[in-house]
């Protein structure tokens, strides 16, 4: 599986990003995807998943009413909206995937497959 991550930037508070993650080499049908991130000096934190078979989804507490996952099956890729953006939101992020998790995990432990992350900056 290979994993691209797209849409990071820079944003100022109360703004919106869409981050894309497009997924490759996958053959089956039923797998979860994950978004996480980690800032400088912090560990990494998952911030929302999803199973694609079902579109079930689980969020942090923290993105909340704020982050919206969803996918597109017929393109293999998955969108986290970000919206009403908050310094504290500033990381990089990964989309996470493995095809023998077949229900939304915020766990990154569950996941083999990475991507190389996109920068996310809220500043103004």
């Known amino acids: 599986l290979q994993l691209v991550e797209s849409g990071g930037g820079l944003v100022q508070p109360g703004g919106s990003l869409r981050l894309s993650c497009v997924v490759s080499?996958?053959?089956?049908?039923?797998?979860?995807v994950g978004w996480f991130r980690q800032a400088p000096g912090k560990e990494r934190e998952g911030v929302s998943c999803i199973a694609v078979s079902d579109g079930s989804t689980r969020y942090a507490d923290s993105v909340k009413d704020r982050f919206t996952i969803s996918s597109d099956n017929a393109k293999k890729t998955v969108y986290l909206q970000m919206n009403s953006l908050k310094p504290l939101d500033t990381a990089v992020y990964y989309c996470?995937?493995?095809?023998?998790?077949?229900?939304?995990?915020?766990?990154?432990?569950?996941?083999?497959?990475w991507g190389q992350g996109t920068q996310v900056t809220v500043s103004s």
């Open positions: 996470a995937a493995d095809d023998s998790v077949l229900s939304p995990s915020m766990r990154d432990r569950d996941y083999s497959y």
């Open positions: 080499g996958i053959t089956v049908r039923e797998y979860a």
